[in-house]
């Protein structure tokens, strides 16, 4: 597929981690932050997040922890989109740059008055893509939406957790990320679309509805007349499959997951779990109905080894299983550590960062560091027609923000 032109309003995490994955195809994305208000700190909050990880003299805007992962290889422009002159330029680097996709994550209730509905920009341009995350879609147009917030009403956190303990959010942003693939996916929808009807499309994703979609294991049990015990938290066992759950080492945790009756016969010919079989736990259905019981029975045997041991127990028997990683050790796996995309520090430094989803040929997996706040915005002006004075007039008019080693 040819690299596509995507221009993206975007802050946080969910949109930016959409456009991240266009930018590791080697698509050019730029992004878009608003000018400077004279109240806090300006554009994305995220770029004032987390460690200082390279010095700047003007603050490290772009140099932070937590910024910098999902905004590897994007230019950045800053507009005011509130003002008639900021939509104007906006409008004309979508024709003149021949955009292919528009994103934006801020409120729907916004979109007409900073000029960047759907309908707007396609009379700018026809067969323009637009995609829009929310927290509950358009028709919900000034609900704000962030992750913690969605995995509340979404049922996630209701779901996570220890059985007898409070609910709990996920260890990582899933929502956030389950929204940008979600634009990911309805991009790449739209542009095999376009390449047969030649018309451009609109894309709404609403976080809660994309969070609810992964209910696909609780929600529809509603109908069954469900008990409570299978729609609520449980720990780390599996509600249905018997015994999967996290075990104790003598020098840690394993665990273990049996999917079926011949895993579990299979668990139980290793001799140290001989003891655990007996007629009625032959069957899914039978260990569930001693599943407590047989929690602790397999505990017991499984606290009396090192996980090395056990692990190449289970491996010889075939046996799914996982060491518990902590984030460092996922790092050095050997199905990871190869795949791993990198960016280059201002000082040269490399630093390894999460894999691509899936592995595409001509993937960008060494990208350009985050770019400085409105670092970019005079080139890509002067790309869609606008002169130096012009950006100098609209910077002093408050429509656009330039960087500057000057200032």
């Not at 104790?248 to 003891?275: C, H, M």
């Not at 929690?295 to 045997?301: E, H, N, V």
């Amino acid at each position: 597929m040819k690299p596509k032109v995507v221009l993206s309003l975007e802050q946080a995490l969910s949109l930016p981690s959409a456009t991240l994955r266009f930018a590791q195809l080697g698509w050019r994305v730029i992004r878009i932050e608003a000018t400077p208000t004279g109240h806090g700190l300006p554009g994305d909050p995220n770029r004032y997040i987390g460690k200082r990880i390279a010095d700047d003299k003007d603050g490290g805007d772009a140099l932070r922890s937590y910024f910098m992962a999902p905004n590897v290889g994007k230019e950045t422009i800053a507009l005011n989109l509130k003002s008639a002159e900021g939509r104007a330029v906006l409008h004309q680097i979508i024709r003149e740059l021949k955009v292919d996709i528009f994103c934006c994550n801020t409120l729907p209730g916004r979109y007409e008055q900073m000029g960047i509905d759907y309908e707007t920009l396609k009379k700018v341009k026809p067969d323009i893509i637009w995609a829009g995350i929310s927290a509950m879609g358009p028709d919900y147009p000034n609900v704000p939406g962030y992750d913690p917030a969605l995995q509340a009403m979404s049922g996630f956190m209701e779901v996570t957790g220890k059985e007898d303990g409070p609910p709990t959010l996920s260890g990582i942003p899933l929502i956030d990320l389950k929204a940008g693939d979600e634009v990911y996916a309805g991009v790449m929808l739209s542009l095999a679309e376009r390449a047969e009807t030649g018309r451009g499309r609109r894309i709404d994703v609403s976080m809660l509805q994309a969070a609810a979609s992964w209910l696909i294991t609780t929600l529809p049990l509603l109908d069954f007349d469900c008990d409570k015990s299978e729609i609520t938290r449980c720990g780390n066992e599996h509600r249905k499959f018997i015994p999967t759950n996290a075990y104790p080492t003598k020098d840690g945790f394993v665990y273990v997951a049996i999917g079926n009756d011949i895993q579990w016969q299979r668990l139980t010919e290793i001799p140290k779990f001989n003891s655990l079989a007996s007629e009625a736990r032959k069957t899914n259905e039978g260990r569930h109905k001693e599943r407590q019981s047989l929690y602790g029975d397999l505990s017991a045997l499984t606290s009396q080894y090192d996980t090395d041991e056990l692990v190449e127990d289970f491996t010889k028997a075939t046996i799914p299983h996982a060491r518990i990683n902590d984030i460092p050790q996922v790092a050095v796996l050997p199905a990871i550590k190869d795949k791993l995309t990198t960016t280059q520090l201002p000082n040269g430094r490399k630093i390894h960062m999460q894999p691509m989803a899936v592995d595409a040929e001509s993937a960008v997996t060494d990208l350009s560091f985050p770019s400085r706040y409105g670092a970019h915005t005079e080139k890509v002006m002067i790309e869609a027609g606008f002169r130096s004075d012009d950006c100098e007039r609209l910077q002093q008019d408050g429509a656009v923000y330039c960087f500057s080693e000057k200032a």
